[in-house]
Every structure is written in structure tokens, then in C-alpha cells.
């Protein structure tokens, strides 16, 4: 799915929702799974590497991260530093990260 596709699919989520067709629940979940498909779907070439969809696992305040990042280190790097902005340390926080 591309980035039009995905936005468009978010419209009508929001459109349904705003004509009463959809609750705020429904309209939740079409818009998650769409972001959840784009991601899974995404590729890029940045010029020297491809971008590629990866998810964090262990601990519970980790679990189920999706980061876009060209290596494994560079995706443990970005869940460690979003996990930063929520906590006082991402530090102690054990995860690891796969690709979806």
C-alpha cells in the first residue's frame, strides 16, 4: 500500500465516523490497520540503504513497536529513543527487534 493509498483509506475511516456510519471503536481499528499495513508493506531506498519495517519484542513496554529503520542496530536505536521520550530511562528496558 502506498502513502496515497493509505491516506485515502484514512479519509473514509474518518469520513464514515464524522456521517455517524462508524464508531469512534471501528473507525480506531480500520485506521490502526491500515497504518499496521502501510508499515509492513513499506519499503524505500534512501540512496545507500532500504528501509524496511521492524518490530520490538520483550519486555512490555517495548512489545509491539514498529520502527522503519536500514539495520537492526539503527531499529533498536529508534525504539530506545521513543521509548526515552515516554519513560525517565529506556536504559533498563530489554527488548530486541525483528523484522515483520
Known amino acids: 500500500m502506498d502513502r496515497i493509498s493509505a491516506l485515502r483509506n484514512i479519509e473514509d475511516a474518518i469520513r464514515d465516523f464524522e456521517s455517524g456510519e462508524s464508531d469512534l471503536a471501528s473507525t ?8 499496521r499495513t502501510f ?21 512490555e513496554r517495548a512489545e509491539g513497536i514498529v520502527v522503519l529503520a536500514a539495520t537492526e542496530s539503527e531499529a ?8 526515552a521520550e515516554a519513560a525517565d ?6 527488548f530486541s527487534v525483528e523484522r515483520v
Not at 480500520?30 to 497504518?35: A, D, F, G, Q, S
Not at 533498536?76 to 521509548?83: C, F, G, K, P, S
Not at 530511562?89 to 530489554?94: C, E, H, L, V
Open 28 to 35: 480506531e481499528r480500520r485506521v490502526v490497520t491500515v497504518l
Open 39 to 59: 508499515a509492513t508493506e513499506f519499503e524505500t531506498d534512501t540512496g545507500d540503504n532500504t528501509l524496511d519495517a521492524w518490530k520490538a519484542v520483550g519486555d
Open 76 to 83: 533498536a536505536t529508534r525504539v530506545r529513543d521513543l521509548l
Open 89 to 94: 530511562s529506556a536504559d533498563s528496558i530489554d
